[in-house]
């Protein structure tokens, strides 16, 4: 059986149409989230490097889980989350960017997650020592650095969009079974994992928020081998 992974994008007046039809906040039932971890040390590195990481977490409650706002505690910390609801037992995660340019000493990166959870806001936390360096970005590609770069044939890339992005797999040959769909990124990191009997095709997986790089997508049937593809995601 095989599947193919296709990019689907959802244009700002569709967006903008599920805004003016969202519930108020006090109408949105109310769920739980659990993270695998809320802190990461990220050592010692040189000022003008950038640290990336993934946090992971599940909606363990019994309703859709909608994140509403995730806000770094400087301009020099950016978080990407997903931006649709995440149903209840579902796995999702959320990208955090520290740039130490012009940073020195330790530092306790500050993200505040806001959901329709109790209490509404979650806390996440880079930590780490940041030393003297010359501020010159070594993290950055060039475009002719870019350019050389040879993707795997059987990868597809996905350029994201500034208004959203949409993975979209094609589960035709799943149709009624009961499948664990699970995303990671190159370095076994788990970005995304979805339980769920196939009813409808495509399924759809956020991607807007995924670092610039190599995934895997599996996709688990009890009894039978998993099956897998590849994406990559440029930004």
Request: proline fraction near 6%; include cysteine.
């Amino acid at each position: 059986m095989k599947y193919t992974i296709a990019l689907g994008l959802i244009f700002a007046l569709s967006l903008s149409l599920y805004a003016q039809d969202a519930p108020s906040d006090s109408q949105v039932p109310l769920t739980t989230l659990e993270f695998d971890h809320t802190e990461y040390d990220f050592g010692e590195i040189t000022s003008g490097e950038k640290v990336t990481h993934v946090f992971t977490f599940t909606n363990t409650g019994d309703q859709p889980l909608l994140l509403t706002n995730a806000k770094g505690s400087c301009g020099c910390t950016v978080p990407r989350w997903p931006r649709k609801a995440i149903q209840p037992g579902e796995t999702a995660s959320i990208t955090v960017a520290f740039n130490s340019k012009n940073k020195r000493g330790k530092r306790n990166q500050k993200v505040t997650i806001t959901a329709n959870t109790e209490p509404a806001q979650t806390f996440l936390f880079l930590k780490g020592t940041v030393l003297e360096g010359d501020d010159e970005d070594w993290t950055k590609l060039s475009q002719e650095e870019v350019a050389e770069i040879k993707p795997d044939p059987n990868c597809f890339a996905i350029y994201p969009n500034p208004t959203a992005d949409i993975l979209k797999l094609d589960m035709e040959d799943y149709m009624g079974e009961e499948v664990i769909v699970s995303i990671f990124s190159q370095n076994g990191s788990l970005m995304a994992k979805r339980q769920l009997r196939i009813e409808d095709n495509p399924i759809e997986f956020q991607v807007n928020h995924f670092p610039a790089g190599t995934y895997i997508a599996n996709v688990q049937v009890p009894g039978q081998e998993t099956e897998t593809r590849c994406f990559i995601v440029v930004k």
